[in-house]
């Protein structure tokens, strides 16, 4: 039974570098989830995805991340030109809804997070 | 506008002792969800419990009980007898109940060092 993961564990890049982020979910879960968070923190909403459909995004979301899900199984999510703000840790969460309209109402289920620093 | 309060950012307790976090929220939905997630040093979320607004009874799962009161829009969590490998961060959450959002709102968290 594998779990929610994500892939790199940490990242160290320069300012201006282009970085990505790849999340493997639980199989069978529809839902996935960006989340990010930084020191002392508590997670921040960044995206949402019901299949391979990206159904919100916060205004956390500047133009210079994408996040996409493709095939409604694997999602990626990639900065472009980081900035020393963008260090944090991000994570990826899944869970399965059973109604379309049903709220995030269920366990997610995280992964251990991709650590992000930028010099 | 939603917003979860921890005010407690450290808390620290000999093994065995009773311990209590805090949680206030603030939403203008009728109904809406509240969680508790536990983030141990790993850093991996586990989520601990969800508690729909229509649904006031406190519960009970093991040393782990949780208060939600609506009159005082708060939703605590105490832990009993606890131990040193209840040392983590606690986050209290709070979500939509339809698809008008499907974010999940989290407070700043507490950490709780259980010493032996």
């Known amino acids: 039974d594998t779990g929610v993961s994500q892939d790199p564990r940490h990242k160290i890049t320069k300012r201006g570098q282009n970085v990505t982020f790849r999340c493997d979910p639980i199989s069978e879960h529809n839902r996935l989830y960006w989340y990010r968070q930084t020191l002392g923190q508590g997670p921040e909403f960044l995206t949402y995805?019901?299949?391979?459909?990206?159904?919100?995004k916060s205004r956390l979301l500047s133009d210079r991340f994408s996040a996409e899900r493709p095939k409604g199984s694997f999602s990626t999510l990639e900065i472009q030109r980081t900035e020393q703000g963008d260090s944090a840790m991000y994570l990826c969460?899944?869970?399965?809804?059973?109604?379309?309209?049903?709220?995030?109402?269920?366990?997610?289920?995280f992964g251990e997070g991709s650590r992000l620093t930028v010099l | 506008a939603q917003k979860v309060t921890q005010a407690q950012t450290e808390i620290s307790v000999v093994e065995k002792e009773d311990v209590t976090l805090d949680c206030v929220y603030e939403t203008r939905d009728t109904t809406y969800y509240l969680f508790w997630y536990k983030q141990p040093p790993s850093g991996e979320l586990v989520f601990l419990i969800r508690r729909n607004s229509f649904d006031e009874q406190n519960e009970i799962s093991g040393r782990y009980s949780w208060n939600f009161q609506k009159s005082t829009s708060s939703f605590n969590f105490t832990i009993t007898a606890s131990q040193v490998v209840d040392s983590a961060v606690y986050f209290c959450a709070l979500g939509k109940t339809m698809d008008s959002s499907y974010k999940l709102i989290f407070g700043s968290g507490t950490r709780l060092l259980v010493r032996p």
């Open positions: 995805f019901q299949n391979e459909a990206q159904l919100e």
């Open positions: 969460a899944s869970s399965s809804g059973l109604y379309a309209r049903e709220g995030p109402t269920g366990e997610l289920f």
